[in-house]
């Protein structure tokens, strides 16, 4: 099933790996975690980047890395990132692999037509406030920017594939009614459920769907940015059934947006420089700007380990 792998998308913090735990640990399907290397290097047409900046990309991505495939040197873009995908299911030879892409992924069927997607959907404000743990992002109403370009990427992607090749998932029922959630997930798979989607508790430090994860928004956001977040997305929310918050909405006007930037721009540089001892915070501004790849490169390389070791469990 390679030429029809299992894309699951969504933006992040939407219960991808949850799911995607569940799905690995069915007995039919072998996933890959985050896989937008394979997609993010395109330009908004979709054109490839050259072969040696892609080879050259993937030498210092730290994803890539803690899971580094053979990458084969005599192939063109498009049979590599599909020797990734071969590669991963040759792991354990089971019969359906898949990978998980949270951005850039409508472009996924130029290069896989036949593949199916699981577009997995959470309240836009649960999943702009945990981005700000990340340091992607300094406030909110920036945060909700991904679950934006998600909705975006998701538009674009199922105007090119048929209604018999996605399906949307909310994570909210997925919670309330995992079960349910997961025999109509395989049924669209077309595989038999299996209990031992659970045993992923076992062997991860994640725990089995908990109901309080649900509309933390609530409690852990200001009225203030509630009400820039639903300016920015309200609309959509209520398009997939969620309420809003009962304020009223706020668009920022221009001096108020450049503050917002200025601030969200703020948050994130002093987060870097927390993360990470500031001789190579500084480094990794030089390198950048003056383009020195061989140094940026030795940054980068450095600052993967230290993202590597703050993740561990």
């Known amino acids: 099933?390679?030429?029809?792998?299992?894309?699951?998308?969504?933006?992040?913090?939407?219960?991808?790996?949850?799911?995607?735990?569940?799905?690995?640990s069915h007995p039919l399907i072998h996933f890959q975690f985050e896989f937008e290397y394979i997609v993010d290097q395109l330009d908004a047409q979709g054109r490839w980047p050259t072969i040696t900046d892609y080879h050259d990309y993937l030498a210092t991505h730290r994803i890539f890395l803690l899971h580094p495939f053979v990458i084969d040197k005599n192939l063109p873009y498009d049979e590599l990132i599909r020797s990734f995908?071969?590669?991963?299911?040759?792991?354990?030879?089971?019969?359906?692999?898949?990978?998980?892409?949270?951005?850039?992924?409508?472009?996924?069927?130029?290069?896989?037509?036949?593949?199916?997607f699981i577009y997995i959907v959470r309240d836009g404000r649960d999943v702009a406030r945990p981005n700000l743990k990340?340091?992607?992002?300094?406030?909110?109403?920036?945060?909700?920017?991904?679950?934006?370009?998600?909705?975006?990427?998701?538009?674009?992607?199922?105007?090119?594939?048929?209604?018999?090749?996605?399906?949307?998932?909310?994570?909210?029922?997925?919670?309330?009614?995992t079960d349910a959630v997961l025999k109509q997930l395989f049924d669209f798979l077309q595989i038999p459920f299996d209990t031992a989607m659970y045993d992923y508790t076992s062997h991860t430090h994640y725990k089995p769907p908990d109901v309080q994860m649900l509309e933390q928004w609530r409690t852990k956001m200001?009225?203030?940015?509630?009400?820039?977040?639903?300016g920015q997305i309200g609309k959509l929310l209520q398009?997939?059934?969620?309420?809003?918050?009962?304020l009223p909405p706020r668009q920022p006007w221009w001096i108020e947006a450049t503050g917002l930037r200025f601030w969200n721009n703020l948050s994130r540089a002093f987060?870097?420089?927390?993360?990470?001892?500031?001789?190579?915070?500084?480094q990794d501004i030089i390198s950048r700007r003056l383009g020195l790849k061989a140094w940026q490169k030795k940054v980068k390389l450095k600052i993967n380990h230290i993202e590597n070791e703050l993740l561990r469990p």
């Open 1 to 24: 099933m390679q030429n029809s792998p299992v894309f699951l998308v969504g933006a992040e913090r939407s219960g991808t790996t949850l799911l995607r735990l569940m799905l690995d």
């Open 85 to 116: 995908l071969r590669q991963k299911q040759q792991e354990k030879n089971k019969p359906i692999v898949g990978a998980t892409v949270h951005y850039c992924f409508e472009h996924l069927p130029q290069f896989w037509p036949e593949a199916r």
């Open 134 to 177: 990340t340091g992607w992002h300094g406030l909110p109403y920036f945060g909700a920017k991904r679950w934006l370009a998600a909705q975006q990427s998701w538009l674009q992607l199922t105007q090119q594939i048929t209604a018999e090749q996605h399906i949307t998932i909310y994570y909210e029922k997925l919670i309330h009614d």
């Open 222 to 230: 200001s009225a203030y940015q509630i009400r820039l977040v639903e």
């Open 239 to 246: 398009q997939h059934g969620y309420a809003l918050s009962g």
């Open 271 to 282: 987060f870097r420089m927390r993360r990470y001892p500031f001789s190579l915070y500084l």
